[in-house]
């Protein structure tokens, strides 16, 4: 069944921000560790931020840090990717992704996946 369906993607000018959604099926708490990966044309996947759901705990691939901040709402079921000072390298598809034991550390194995959010920065 579907799991994770993420939107909020678009198009933005250099300097822009875009906040991503990704609604989860499940309670927020349900999963231990969910994060965002992104892959551009041509490129490999990368995995550019993650957040435990109890502890709140982040952390941030070093190609986004400072500009972009993961966050969840428990409330709505959903996890955010708040993307600020974007450039013309952030356009890429957005993923976001969750497991319900796995570590941030293992987040190229997480079970859970969305079909994906196109972010395009013009320059």
């Known amino acids: 069944q579907v799991q994770l369906v993420e939107s909020g993607g678009g198009s933005v000018q250099a300097g822009g921000s875009l906040r991503l959604s990704c609604a989860a099926s499940?309670?927020?708490?349900?999963?231990?560790?969910m994060g965002w990966f992104r892959q551009a044309p041509g490129q490999e996947r990368e995995a550019i931020a993650c957040i435990y759901t109890a502890a709140g705990s982040t952390s941030y691939a070093d190609s986004v840090k400072g500009r972009f901040t993961i966050s969840v709402d428990n409330a709505k079921n959903t996890l955010y990717l708040q993307m600020n000072s974007l450039k013309p390298e952030d356009t890429a598809t957005y993923y976001c992704?969750?497991?319900?034991?796995?570590?941030?550390?293992?987040?190229?194995?997480?079970?859970?996946w969305g079909q994906g959010t196109q972010v395009t920065v013009s320059s």
């Open positions: 499940r309670y927020i708490y349900q999963y231990y560790s």
């Open positions: 992704a969750a497991d319900v034991t796995r570590t941030c550390g293992s987040i190229t194995d997480f079970a859970y």
